[in-house]
Structure formats: C-alpha cells, structure tokens
C-alpha cells in the first residue's frame, strides 16, 4: 500500500486532505514524495511561524530535547516558566495556564471566566457568549462556543451555557448580553476559519463596554491571530482593548504542540490547586522551542509582515481573477472569481501551497518567508485567479 491507501485504511476519515504527500521542508519551502517543490502559503495552518524546519527554532529543540523532555507538572521546570514571564511581559497580563491545543487554551478561559461569574455574580451566571460563525475548537465544550450549526449536529448535546451573537452587530450584542445571565465573552478579533473576517472596531469597543459595566470577562481567542501573525505581537494590541483572558496556539510552538490561556491581573488567582491540569501543559521541548519564537517576533519583523501583508493585498486586489481581499497581517482571505477549489488545485499543480477558509483562498506564509519565493508565489495565484 502506498501512503495514501495506508491512511485511507487505518486512519479515522475526519480530514478532506489534498492528494498530496508532504515529506520535507525547509523555511517556505516543501517537497513531496517525488522531490518536487512548493512555496508553502499555509504553514500547517498559522502553526509553523518561521516556516519549516527553521534553523533556530530546531536547535532551541534539540538543545532541550537532549537535556530534559518531561518531568510532569509536579516538579517545577526552567522553560516553562521563562516563556511565561516572557508571555506576560509582552502582553501586560499577569499569568498563563499551559495547555496542548487551540481547544484546551478555550477550555481553560471558559472555566477562569465560569468560576470569576459564579464568585462574584452567582451561580447562575454561567452563559459564555460567542459570535456566529466563530471557530473555537472540537471538543465538545469549544465545539459548544463555536457559532456554527454544522458542526454541532451530529454530536448533540452539547455543553450547555453558550449564547450567540451575530458578529459586528451591536443592537444583537446588546440585546444578548442584557437579557442573558453572562459570565464571559469570546471571540476572535478576526475570524480564521469563518472566511477570514476581522471585526469592526465599533462591535469590539462596545464588546468592552457592556463588559466593564456588567463585569463580564473579556475571552480574546487568539489561537490564529495571535503570535505575531497579524503584524502585532497580537491582534487585541491593534485594536488596542484590553482583554480579561487571551488564549493562544498554533504558531505559538512554532510546529509542536503548545496552548496557553493567559490571564489578567483579575483573573491571575482565580484557579487554586486542583482546578485545572494537564499532563503535557508547558512540556519543556515545545516551551524552549515558543522561547525562540517569540525572541524573534521584535518590532523589525512585525514591520516585514505588515510590508508582506500589504504587498499582498495590493498585488491580488488589483487583479482582475479577484473580487476582494480580507483579513490582517499575514493572515489573509481571497475571494476569487473562479471556484476556490480550483484555484486551489491548480495553485498546488503550479508549485503553490494555499489553504481555503469557508469560499474564500487563505494565505497564512511564514512570518519570515522570503521575498523572492513570496512574489513567486503571489505571482503564480495572481496567473491562476485570472485564468
Ligand atoms: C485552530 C483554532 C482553534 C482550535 O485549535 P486546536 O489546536 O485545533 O485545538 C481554536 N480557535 C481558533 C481561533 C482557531 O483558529
């Protein structure tokens, strides 16, 4: 059996994967099975911040991989703790909870925000509002927070406790947080797997301000957005709001596993002993390798992704196979004339790695992707969107 027949009979179908067998990479570039190359635009989802296999990163790796892998979280270790105090420095929140996942990053927000409510309001103040067509993960608490009935309908019941409002929508927002006994609010600042869909400034201020009068916490989901991806450190620094609780993921290990749920000063003691754990949370390998990452994602890069971003946006949104470009930074949703999932096809036949989000192209490239293989790539999606 080669690879593809091998997964298709032993792994669970839970994926539409591209028929297409990734073996290598190195920075913004991948090879297949057969040596070919491709300019990556997707790094594994926002997850691979300095693209593959990057040089810095590896060693951070490697040096912890060999000196200490896992203890557990009843003995105290060095890498862990550093990337926190780094976390917290950079973000002016006080404290951070390490998971594995997007999912789990959400999971500890919803109980910090649930049991903030239930001390200070009441026991039943446990409903977490989230928007429609948000994206907060697969478990069946975060499924739950995630707006989209699709999701939801093979696998009722679900948590309950959750109440949706529609997205940049201020009369809906008011009218479910006044008339709901809510202890949190979550929401991504620009909805990744929604279409790629930033909100408005407005829906987001007034998102603080019925927060602060009801005292409410404010849940930033920053799983894609966050890490330097939108051309901030994170995406609330640009909306300039300050959140009770930010979780992050993806390029936050820079390819391995890591989630963290960071709190405010509020929020800082609201878990004690016993309250929440995770077995692999802040594992010391992915925290030495979030060390590097995070080191690198100075005012200098962040200035190259907003160039990058704005180099992409100017050169798709004045082609003609294009209809509009949305998003933020390096993380980006094109709506193309043509099908998406042909040009999608005919991107990865042409040496291009795009992904999609709902109908629309997504591009999320490296943070440091090179400018010459960048405008290779932009160039080749331009020539397929006007086919
Ligand atoms: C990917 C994603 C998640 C889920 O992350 P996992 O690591 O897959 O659990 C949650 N929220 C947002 C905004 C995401 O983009």
Not at 79 to 89: H, M, R, S, Y
Not at 90 to 98: L, Y
Not at 135 to 150: K, M, P, V, Y
Not at 231 to 247: E, H, N, Q, R, S
Request: aromatic content about 8%; proline content about 3%; hydrophobic content about 40%.
């Amino acid at each position: 059996m080669n690879i593809k027949e091998k997964d298709s009979a032993f792994i669970a179908h839970t994926y539409g994967r591209f028929p297409l067998v990734i073996k290598e990479g190195k920075g913004s570039v991948a090879y297949d099975e057969n040596g070919k190359k491709y300019i990556d635009m997707a790094t594994g989802i926002a997850v691979n911040a300095f693209g593959y296999c990057d040089d810095e990163w590896a060693e951070a790796v490697t040096k912890q991989l060999s000196t200490l892998q896992h203890t557990s979280n009843l003995y105290y270790t060095e890498p862990c703790v550093n990337l926190a105090e780094t976390l917290c420095n950079r973000t002016g929140m006080s404290k951070v909870f390490f998971s594995n996942s997007g999912a789990e990053a959400n999971e500890c927000a919803i109980k910090a925000a649930r049991k903030y409510a239930k001390d200070k309001k009441g026991e039943d103040f446990f409903n977490i509002l989230t928007l429609k067509n948000s994206f907060h993960g697969r478990t069946i608490t975060t499924l739950a927070a995630t707006g989209q009935d699709t999701f939801h309908k093979d696998f009722l019941p679900l948590t309950p406790g959750f109440v949706y409002t529609e997205a940049n929508n201020i009369a809906d927002l008011e009218d479910k947080v006044r008339n709901n006994k809510i202890a949190g609010i979550m929401f991504e600042l620009v909805q990744g797997e929604g279409g790629v869909m930033p909100l408005k400034k407005d829906f987001v201020n007034k998102i603080f301000e019925l927060s602060s009068e009801l005292d409410i916490v404010t849940i930033v989901d920053e799983v894609q957005t966050g890490n330097g991806r939108t051309g901030d450190l994170y995406a609330f620094m640009k909306y300039g709001i300050k959140p009770d609780v930010v979780t992050t993921a993806k390029g936050l290990g820079g390819g391995l596993p890591l989630g963290a749920t960071m709190l405010c000063e509020k929020l800082a003691d609201i878990f004690t002993p016993g309250d929440h754990g995770s077995t692999f949370g802040g594992n010391p390998v992915c925290c030495a390798g979030a060390l590097s990452i995070l080191n690198r994602i100075d005012d200098e890069l962040l200035k190259e992704v907003t160039a990058k971003s704005e180099y992409i946006v100017g050169e798709l949104s004045s082609s003609s196979g294009v209809l509009s470009v949305d998003g933020l930074g390096l993380m980006l949703g094109v709506t193309t004339k043509r099908p998406v999932d042909e040009v999608v096809k005919e991107c990865m036949e042409e040496g291009v790695l795009p992904i999609k989000a709902k109908q629309k192209l997504r591009l999320l490239p490296a943070l440091n992707i090179p400018w010459d293989e960048l405008k290779q790539a932009v160039k080749i999606i331009k020539t397929v969107c006007e086919r």
